[in-house]
């Protein structure tokens, strides 16, 4: 089996978020950048597969700046195969993206793709469903549990109030939730060797897609700040603060 996980450079889930003065966007000049959470789920996920001898290859795919190469040897260290860059410095929406990716499959003909649920920088929780669709394939999202059974992939997904386990017919696109594993850190000689796996970059016009955005951001804020709590000495106090200061009584 040939494995294709999709990565993203974002924003570090450490970081706290700045948004520019002007609005338009959270401000990324000299801040961490590293790969999205649940993508580094996903090339955890398709290591262990192929671990298991449930895959041969592993191939990385990233759609960013020239920095996400940095993104894409973290994935190579972490244990996939080679990798790819299609280079882009703007910003690309899930579809073109999705677009993009079905390109790749196209011409690396994966058995499966294994992709984050959600990049934390757009949340949008798109990509992977709309590249299944665009590629006439099945879709298990969400999952918490992947196992191969016998020519299908049997996916657990978390599901509002349970877990729903759903069988695919290979191939098949799958999208990763946070109880599904917990990835690895690169061991230093991992890092080293990652340095000479092969990387290729590629352009959007190479896959003939159209990335001009569809979308107009209109405004970007930061969320209101939180006052400081009270202690209230009692009861009567707490009811009237609920009443005539909160009045949500
Ligand atoms: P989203 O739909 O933006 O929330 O992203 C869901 C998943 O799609 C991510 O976790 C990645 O696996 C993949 N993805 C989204 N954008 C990119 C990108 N620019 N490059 C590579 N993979 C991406």
Redesign the pocket.
Known sequence: MKILV???RVLDYNVKARVKSDQSGVDLSNVKMSM?P??EI?VEEAVRMKEKGLAEEIIT????PSQAQETLRTSLAMGADRSILIEIDEN?E?LA?AKL?KGVVEKESPNLVI?????ID???????QMLAALLGWGQGTFASKVEKDGDQLKVTREVDGGLETVGLKLPAVV?TDLRLNEPRYASLPNIMKAKKKPLDTMAPSDFGVDVSPRVVTLKVTEPPKREAGIKVESVEQLVDKLQNEAKVI
Do not use: E, H, R
């Open positions: 999709a990565v993203k999205n649940f993508c996903a795919v990233s759609i960013g690309v899930p993206v990716l992709m984050g649920k959600q990049s757009g949340d949008n929780n798109q990509t992977g999208t």
